[in-house]
């Protein structure tokens, strides 16, 4: 990685490096995305006829165009982007509930859902690292750390892990080598290790994407 802006910027810095004020959420912006994942597992577990598929299609048509003016460009949207709400506010991610957290440890509590299924109960494997990178990358970037993007994920399946169930997460910010930082994390149903990883992050160069 080096420190150039990228042509397809323009030749300007990406907006993070630029003092911005966090978006915030109007009233019941948390709700509206919890409602988003239940539709998501509602849709998931479905085998709806041709009738209620032709009118829950234009259900969420319907509100997808009511939603559309109201786009905004990525640094100013508000999924995502939201750190004390569940998910960052995102649909996108499996939740995880923060009990605690510092600047070197954090516990949470997640539950992957019906969306999440991979198969025969099991959460699908690719939720899982999706869930650590964005852990890991909480904690790689909070104590007023410099913004860093990971540089690479492993992890190990050691067990399946289940979905509808409350699981613990705990994550380890190992060591910091220059702009490398080495976490680490564990993901467990109850004294059963599910899957654990390790995950580099490297500090990004003033400007760079």
Not at 53 to 71: K, M, Q, S, Y
Not at 179 to 194: A, I, N, S, T
Request: some cysteine; hydrophobic content about 35%; proline content about 7%.
């Amino acid at each position: 990685m080096d420190g150039t802006v990228s042509a397809r910027s323009g030749g300007r810095r990406p907006n993070w490096w630029k003092p911005r004020e966090r978006p915030v959420p109007p009233a019941g912006y948390p709700e509206m995305i919890e409602a988003m994942r239940l539709l998501q597992d509602r849709i998931t577990a479905a085998v709806p006829d041709a009738a209620m598929v032709a009118e829950v299609t234009r259900g969420l048509t319907a509100i997808a165009d009511r939603l559309e003016p109201t786009a905004r460009d990525e640094w100013s949207q508000l999924a995502g982007s939201l750190r004390e709400v569940p998910g960052r506010g995102s649909a996108l991610l499996p939740v995880v509930e923060i009990l605690s957290e510092n600047e070197t440890t954090l516990r949470g509590r997640v539950r992957f859902s019906r969306f999440h299924l991979g198969g025969n109960g099991a959460a699908h494997g690719g939720t899982i690292p999706l869930m650590f990178d964005d852990i890991l990358g909480r904690l790689a970037n909070s104590g007023g750390r410099p913004v860093a993007r990971t540089a690479y994920l492993h992890v190990n399946y050691r067990s399946i892990t289940p979905i509808d169930r409350d699981l613990r997460v705990e994550i380890r910010f190992d060591r910091e080598e220059g702009r490398k930082r080495l976490l680490r994390g564990e993901l467990r149903d109850g004294d059963v290790l599910c899957a654990d990883c390790e995950g580099l992050f490297v500090e990004l160069r003033p400007g760079q994407p």
